[in-house]
């Protein structure tokens, strides 16, 4: 891979630090890693601007494969290379794939109860709202422009209004968006 160039000065991210990081956001990541991601990676750690984080979320999410867990490739290739890449992957999956094991075997056991169903709910609309207000948060301080609030309004309306699967939506919007760009550039 190669890696990024960066407007500040390079910096020094150890392997300790990739692991206990991406362990953070694998960890605390509930409802949409992609919150605590952002969290961790921009504001607690300050690897990446808010602008450099966006690039790379935007490339793992046109990549197949969950986005957070594509970014953490980039990054950990970014600060050590293949090990960091490797480290960075071990530490965003580890906790959360025995988390999730252990979770699997109580749903098993108690997922007739109506409570657990309720608290489900809650859980999904709680993660929902968490994944709005990052995604505006990023919005507003990316200042996307006139082309860049389109392209968000065309994204949450062929998800919401027109119900297309999010595949579709990143096809068609992601060469619509390059399109935009290169005009508004030109003007």
Do not use: C
């Amino acid at each position: 891979m190669t890696k990024m160039k960066t407007a500040t000065a390079p910096r020094t991210v150890s392997l300790s630090e990739l692991f206990k990081g991406f362990a953070t956001i694998g960890v605390l990541g509930f409802g949409g890693v992609a919150v605590m991601a952002r969290h961790v990676i921009v504001e607690k750690y300050q690897w990446l601007s808010e602008k450099e984080y966006a690039t790379v979320l935007g490339m793992g999410q046109v990549l197949p494969g969950a986005n957070v867990v594509n970014a953490s490739v980039i990054i950990g290739d970014r600060f050590q290379g293949v090990r960091g890449s490797l480290v960075s992957v071990l530490g965003i999956m580890l906790f959360p794939v025995l988390i999730l094991m252990a979770l699997a075997m109580l749903y098993n056991r108690f997922s007739d109860l109506p409570a657990v169903s309720i608290a489900l709910t809650g859980a999904g609309a709680a993660a929902a709202g968490m994944v709005i207000a990052t995604g505006l948060k990023m919005a507003i301080k990316l200042k996307p422009g006139i082309a860049g609030w389109l392209i968000i309004g065309l994204a949450i309306a062929s998800v919401l209004v027109l119900r297309w699967p999010l595949v579709y939506v990143v096809l068609i919007l992601v060469p619509v968006a390059v399109m935009l760009t290169i005009l508004v550039r030109k003007k």
